[in-house]
C-alpha cells in the first residue's frame, strides 16, 4: 500500500469490522512522526511470532517535481497481494537486518523499486486515474515526444521536431498530444520547465540566470515572465 501523509492511518482487515472488547487490543493510530528505523545497516530486525508483519518506510518529499504524481493519487493505495510486486517485497524483508556492507544502499534501491512496481500496478486497474502523461508516455505518437522533453528540457524544442521524433506531423501530434496529455506540446514543455525550475530555485547557490539557462530559456527576463505566469509568482519570490 502507499499512504499519502501527513494524516494518521489505520489498519483493518474490513473497515465495517469494528474494534471491541477482546479484539485487536493493540491497534493504534500510525502517524508519520512516529517512524522508527528498524532495519538499517547497522541494526536487526526484531523477530517476530505472529502472522503479520508491516514493514513501512517513509519519504520526505519536499520537491515540486514528485507532486505531479502525488496529486493523481487517491489518499491510500492498496494493491493486492497477488500483483507482481509481491516477490521483490518479500525479496526486500529477507535483505533486512543482515549486517551486511551497503545494505542501506540496496535497501533504498529496493525500496524505490518497489514504489514504482506498486504504483505502476494501481495505475493499470480500472479504478485508478492516472494522470494523462503516465499513460501518454506509452503512446507511440505521443510518447516519443513525451521523453524527448523529459530527457532535455533545455533543448529549444519546436513542434516540428518533436513531430519528426514520432515520425508523424506536426498536426497529428498536436492533436493525439492533446487529447493524452490536456495540453498541447509546447504548453506542456512550459509546465515541465517551471516544474524543474521550481526545483532548483531551491538551491541559493544557483542565480535566476543559471536556472533560466538550465530549463531552456536564454535570459533571466522571458524565464522570469514564463515563471510568473505558470507559477503565479516570480523566481525572485519563491
Known amino acids: ?43 536487526g530486525v526484531p523477530e517476530f511470532d505472529c502472522a503479520t508483519v508491516l514493514l513501512a518506510a517513509a ?4 520537491e515540486q517535481l514528485p507532486q505531479r504524481l502525488l496529486r493523481a493519487l487517491p489518499p491510500a493505495v492498496v494493491v ?3 500483483e507482481d510486486c509481491s516477490p521483490l517485497r518479500d525479496y526486500l524483508e529477507a535483505q533486512l537486518g543482515r549486517g551486511r556492507p551497503g545494505d542501506q544502499i540496496v535497501l533504498d534501491r529496493l525500496l524505490d523499486w518497489m514504489l514504482v512496481c506498486t504504483l505502476r500496478d ?11 502523461w503516465y499513460g501518454a508516455l506509452g503512446d507511440e505518437v505521443a510518447g516519443p515526444a513525451l ?15 518533436l513531430a519528426g521524433r514520432a515520425g508523424v506531423s506536426r498536426t497529428t501530434l498536436a492533436k493525439r498530444f492533446t487529447e493524452l496529455v490536456g495540453d498541447g506540446p509546447v504548453a506542456y514543455l512550459t509546465e515541465w520547465r517551471m516544474t524543474l525550475a521550481a526545483d532548483l530555485l531551491a538551491h541559493p547557490e544557483l542565480t535566476v ?23 503565479g509568482e516570480s523566481p525572485s519570490a519563491f
Open 209 to 231: 540566470a543559471a536556472v533560466a539557462r538550465r530549463v531552456g530559456y536564454a535570459d533571466a527576463f522571458g524565464f522570469s515572465a514564463a515563471f510568473k505566469r505558470v507559477r
Open 59 to 62: 519519504y520526505d518529499v519536499q
Open 147 to 161: 521523453r524527448a522533453m523529459h530527457e532535455d528540457p533545455a533543448h529549444p524544442w519546436t513542434t516540428a521536431e
Open 1 to 43: 500500500a502507499v499512504v499519502r501523509g501527513p494524516a494518521p492511518f489505520v489498519f483493518t482487515d474490513d473497515p465495517a469490522d469494528g474494534t471491541g472488547p477482546g479484539r485487536a487490543g493493540g491497534v493504534r493510530e500510525v502517524r508519520w512522526d512516529q517512524a522508527r528505523d528498524t532495519g538499517s545497516a547497522s541494526g
Open 122 to 132: 494501481w495505475f493499470d486497474r480500472p479504478e485508478a486515474n492516472p494522470p494523462g
Open 80 to 82: 493486492p497481494d497477488e
